[in-house]
Nanobody, 114 residues
Framework: QVQFVESGGGLVQPGGSLTLSCAAS????????MAWYRQAPGKQRELVAF???????NYKEFVKGRFTISRDNAKNTMYLQMNSLEFEDTAVYYC????????WGQGTQVTVSS
C-alpha cells in the first residue's frame, strides 16, 4: 500500500538548517508530483512546496529562498533542504503526493528554538 516515511527533523536554533527526507513506497514514485506539507500546533496542515515529475519546483511565499525541494526517483525519495530556519517554521512536516489527502505518514517534528 502507499506509504510515506518522513525523517530528519529535530531541534535547531533560529538561522540553522535541516534536511528532511521522505521515503515513499507502494506506488510508482516517478510519475507523481510530490509535495511537502506542515502542520503547526493549533493550525491546519498547509502546503510548503511541491515538485513535478520533471522536477519543476514551486514554493509557498513563506519559505521561498530558504527551502529547496528535490527528488531522487531512483531511490523513491524526496528531500527538503531547509535553511535560515525561523521560529514560525516549527511544525510537523509531512510528505505526500500533491493534492492527495490520503495515506499520511507520521511526519517528522521540526522545532526551531533558541
Amino acid at each position: 500500500q502507499v506509504q510515506f516515511v518522513e525523517s530528519g527533523g529535530g531541534l535547531v536554533q533560529p538561522g540553522g538548517s535541516l534536511t528532511l527526507s521522505c521515503a515513499a513506497s507502494g506506488f510508482i514514485f516517478s510519475i507523481y508530483p510530490m509535495a511537502w506539507y506542515r502542520q503547526a500546533p493549533g493550525k491546519q496542515r498547509e502546503l510548503v512546496a511541491f515538485i513535478t515529475t520533471s522536477s519543476t519546483t514551486n514554493y509557498k511565499e513563506f519559505v521561498k529562498g530558504r527551502f529547496t525541494i528535490s527528488r531522487d526517483n531512483a531511490k523513491n525519495t524526496m528531500y527538503l533542504q531547509m535553511n535560515s530556519l525561523e521560529f514560525e517554521d516549527t511544525a510537523v512536516y509531512y510528505c505526500n503526493r500533491l493534492f492527495s489527502d490520503n495515506n499520511w505518514g507520521q511526519g517528522t517534528q521540526v522545532t526551531v528554538s533558541s
